[in-house]
């Protein structure tokens, strides 16, 4: 590949998250915000969701929006690593990049399956249905996800859950993926991160490589505990499921999940 290709990241290390959302990718960025040498953000424009949607259907939508404009904004920031903690970089933009010959390090960012269902479906965020679903999630009719027979008659709430098994399942394929390219990954949550010992070794994971820039741990226990992102005034429904009807319908879509061959 031709170094003017702009395949490319200009010499800086590339760390994305593989993660739902509402699993903290905000508390991610803030652990990490103002450390040396390291642009790490959220949702920085371009954002994915420019592309996501449109990406699905046809993938030369996410070749092209990271030629075009996220791999030049990315060599534009300072600094030597590059860390964007959205959750929308593992729908549709790894592959490309790795095509290309670019392998991002990965932080795989979990939580627990029932939670992250119950509070898309309070903030109506459900793939496949609502306005907000279809502009941040995957969708059980997207071409590269794991069927589901009979997506269309689900509550809302499985929906949601059956997004979270597909996010898992792309983790799982791109450990594998990166373990064949020399790349890294490393999974944490926000209550690993809660405490001092993961919170650094995620520091010395993104600074894999870059050692002599790491800093001597200027992270101070008020910002680990802090919360962040909780959106308590952005509910729009009233959750009207008990726990025994979360457990039954999450264990009907744990049995009708298809893999992909």
Same mark, same amino acid.
């Given at each position: 590949m031709r170094a003017d290709s702009g395949w490319s990241t200009g010499g800086k290390r590339l760390v994305l998250t593989v993660t739902t959302g509402r699993s903290g990718t905000n508390y991610l960025r803030h652990l990490l915000k103002d450390l040396p040498d390291l642009c790490c953000v959220h949702e920085a424009p371009p954002d994915f969701v420019e592309a996501m949607r449109d990406a699905q259907a046809d993938p030369a939508v996410a070749e092209t929006f990271l030629l075009d404009r996220k791999l030049p904004a990315i060599r #534009?920031?300072?600094?030597?690593?590059?860390?964007?903690?959205?959750?929308?970089?593992?729908?549709?933009?790894?592959?490309?990049?790795l095509s290309h010959g670019i392998v991002p390090d990965l932080v795989i960012l979990e939580r627990d399956k029932i939670?992250?269902?119950? &509070?898309?479906?309070?903030? #109506?965020t459900i793939p496949g249905r609502s306005a907000f679903g279809l502009r941040y999630l995957l969708s059980p009719d997207d071409p590269a996800v794991a069927p589901i027979d009979g997506w269309r008659t689900l509550h809302d709430w499985a929906l949601c859950y059956w997004y979270c098994l597909e996010i898992e399942r792309r983790a799982e394929l791109y450990k594998t993926a990166l373990d064949g390219l020399g790349g890294r990954t490393f999974t944490t949550s926000v209550e690993a991160l809660k405490q001092d010992g993961a919170t650094r070794a995620? %520091?010395?994971?993104?600074?894999?490589?870059?050692?002599?820039?790491?800093?001597?741990?200027?992270? &101070?226990? #008020?910002?680990i505990q802090q919360v962040v992102n909780?959106?308590?005034?952005?509910?729009?429904?009233?959750?009207?499921?008990?726990?025994?009807?979360?457990?039954?319908?999450?264990?009907?879509?744990?049995?009708?999940?298809? %893999?992909?061959?």
């Open positions: #534009d920031q300072p600094g030597r690593i590059y860390f964007e903690t959205s959750h929308l970089a593992c729908k549709g933009f790894i592959e490309p990049l939670k992250v269902a119950t &509070s898309l479906y309070l903030l #109506d995620l %520091v010395r994971f993104v600074y894999r490589g870059y050692e002599q820039l790491m800093p001597g741990f200027p992270i &101070s226990p #008020d910002r909780e959106r308590p005034g952005r509910k729009r429904k009233a959750f009207d499921l008990s726990p025994e009807a979360t457990i039954e319908m999450a264990r009907a879509v744990e049995a009708a999940f298809g %893999v992909i061959q």
